[in-house]
């Protein structure tokens, strides 16, 4: 049973409640308790890659891998470093090297795609055996996200395995069609990790092979990180609340409530000899406005720019470069001044990460914005631009979105240009644009995303 604190539940506006997880002296011995019996199965899956790997992928889609970061490090320095040898010294099957691919991949270690070369037949075609094999499959399908420039073997893998996977769900039973149905939505990789989380704890609560101790500790740990959050939003309510009288009424509030953050944020990073990052978030504040403004002015004077001029603005309101200068501010001494060097260098990196939100927002959301009055958008750019159609130019849009997610890959291969919190900093903006505009523009209609903000933030999971 979920225990509450004594105080009175927080109201919200979703006509909910908060009603925090325990924080009481036994609930913390407990989950200390799993915690550590957890890292002892780590330490003992050690003696087989395959089932190391599978257990690190395991806490990491149930959300507590964060716990054994040193431990996890360790392990998939060691397996990599051994890589070569482990498709023919141990026969794995199709899901196990798929897997093996993907969990290295996924952090940082640059594994051949060669590892599949042995599951095509004679005319180079993926073997029709594979078909049946429905794990493999999925786990294959799971893995072709990690793709980089130039590996044809993994484009191939992602053609082949979505073109069956659909089927294979039909003849599944209702538990793994729906785990299927799910990533052919959201790949885990390309998801948000907490989300990703609230949809593999009931899978793995259904799995017949599920852990006890693992299933136990990813939900009193899902609870306690809720309450974080809970305590979090109660304080973004601080800000003042002051006029400005050279403004206008509906930017008053928002611009004194901008100068408080900054001003705040400098005295507090000051006495840390940090207050270059406030300088540089700033910077980029400034760029946003300015870019604003040439929407504002295509808009007004019906003005569509060619699509390249176009995209290189809609990057820069799509906040590039402000959005990881402002969350590099929060991040202590892992962001020195090198960090926001980097941000102002303008990395590939940031380019492709918001040219994915840009161009799924703009696709699933255009056509309503310029019904209600809006400056064009890329794709009603690029189709005056090529004479196609809309249908066309999502198509070709949608491999611009291939492409990038290609480069953020890329970008987050072992050695990285800064720490790996900073590019996974990164990578999680491309993620939040894959979720936000996969089917509608979620920022619009936030009404789509209710049940996984109050399963993030408010209803505790029952343990």
Known sequence: MIQKQQHSPANTKWGCTFHPFCETESCDKQVEELKEDVRAMLIASTRDPAENVLLIDTLSRLGISYHYETEIEQQLIRIFESHANLPDDHDYDLYTIALLFRVLRQNGFKISCGVFKKFKDENGKFKESLISDVKGMLSLYEATHLSMHGERILDEALAFTTAHLTSLATDSSSHLAKHISDALEQPFYTGLPRLETLKFIPFYEQDESRNGT?????????????TLYQQELRLVTRWDIKALAELPDYMKSLYIAI??????????????????????????????????????????????????????????????????????????????????????????????????????????????????GHVASVV??????????????????????????????EECMRPTAVAKPLVTVILNIARIGEDLYKKVDGVTNPQHFKHYIKQLFIDPMLV
Not at 214 to 226: C, E, P, S
Not at 381 to 409: C, F, Q
Request: proline letters at 3%.
């Open 214 to 226: 693992l299933l136990k500790f990813a939900k009193l740990d899902f609870n306690k990180v809720q």
């Open 259 to 372: 100068l408080n953050l900054y001003d705040e944020l400098d005295d507090e990073l000051s006495k840390e000899g940090r207050s270059y990052g406030v300088t540089c978030a700033k910077e980029m504040l400034k760029e946003i406005v300015r870019a604003y403004f040439v929407e504002a002015q295509c808009f007004r004077q019906g003005v569509v720019p060619p699509f390249e001029e176009r995209l290189d603005n809609a990057l820069i309101t799509g906040c590039a470069f402000f959005l990881p200068a402002a969350l590099f501010v929060g991040m202590g001494e892992v962001a020195g001044i090198d960090a926001f060097d980097w941000i102002r260098s303008r990395p590939q990196i940031m380019i492709s990460t918001v040219i994915i939100g840009r161009l799924r927002c703009d696709i699933v959301s255009h056509e309503a914005e310029q019904k209600r």
């Open 380 to 409: 009603e750019a690029y189709m005056k631009e090529h004479g196609i159609s809309r249908e066309e130019t999502i198509e070709k849009l949608e491999i611009m979105i291939d492409n990038a997610w290609k480069d953020v890959n």
